[in-house]
């Protein structure tokens, strides 16, 4: 389905991702690791179109979508729900929903696309005529998922969803994206808990200085003695593995 061939992304003469080349396949889960900085969220963002492409190209269902504008891509199937969540706190919880599908308002299959995530998420359901504002860290990103989801998307670029959430509720919030991962919906997530990530996807890449220095299946590498030392408890940088501790 994605294919994204020698990504170049940059920042003026800062060049954040160098020459990514990464897939994501039908229904699968595919997280990338690394340490803050390394260029994740950039990556997300080009194949999103939210930044330019320098170089390289974004394949999507074999046609090139590098060009396209960010809602061009959210009308062929991509989606981002961005680090930070960016829920408008001074909306009500059903309002962010509905803006999250603005695109298919006019639709027949809108009203029940709503309903059916209120049934999905009944905590959301118990809130609608919240201020999402006033929602709990966890609620929000919950909130923010199925804002993304009412897209209706084959592709969802989910970045750093655990972030500054308690662990009982990164837990629960993983388990949502197993969820989606399992309904046929692909994944390609950026998430700091490597070991959370490395359980719930099917592969992994590892990102340092912009570009890819390890990938494979997601349980060779959470017992890859590089990745354990970089970031399951040890804390020496190993240079010459390419992996950032």
């Known amino acids: 389905m994605l294919e994204v061939e020698q990504l170049e992304v940059r920042y003026g003469s800062l060049a954040a991702v160098r020459s990514v080349s990464l897939t994501v396949g039908q229904g699968e889960i595919v997280a990338m690791l690394g340490a803050n900085g390394a260029g994740k969220s950039s990556t997300l963002k080009a194949i999103m179109g939210l930044v330019p492409a320098a170089a390289g190209r974004v394949t999507w269902d074999g046609a090139d979508i590098t060009r396209l504008r960010p809602h061009q891509r959210v009308q062929r199937g991509i989606t981002l729900c961005p680090e930070g969540r960016g829920i408008l706190t001074s909306l009500t919880v059903r309002e962010n929903l509905e803006l999250g599908g603005y695109l298919h308002a006019r639709s027949k299959g809108h009203a029940p696309l709503l309903a059916s995530m209120l049934e999905r998420f009944p905590r959301l359901a118990e809130r609608s005529r919240q201020l999402a504002g006033t929602l709990s860290g966890g609620e929000q990103q919950i909130l923010a998922v199925a804002r993304a989801l009412m897209c209706r998307p084959r592709l969802l670029l989910l970045d750093e969803p655990s972030l500054g959430l308690a662990p ?78």
């Open 168 to 245: 009982m509720t990164a837990v629960e919030v993983m388990k949502v994206v197993r969820e989606i991962g399992a309904s046929g919906v692909s994944v390609l997530i950026v998430e700091q808990n490597v070991k959370h990530a490395l359980r719930l996807a099917q592969r992994a890449y590892v990102m340092e200085s912009g570009g890819f220095v390890l990938s494979g299946d997601s349980t060779d590498l959470l017992h890859d003695p590089r990745v354990q030392d970089a970031y399951l408890g040890g804390s020496v940088h190993v240079a010459e593995s390419g992996v950032a501790a």
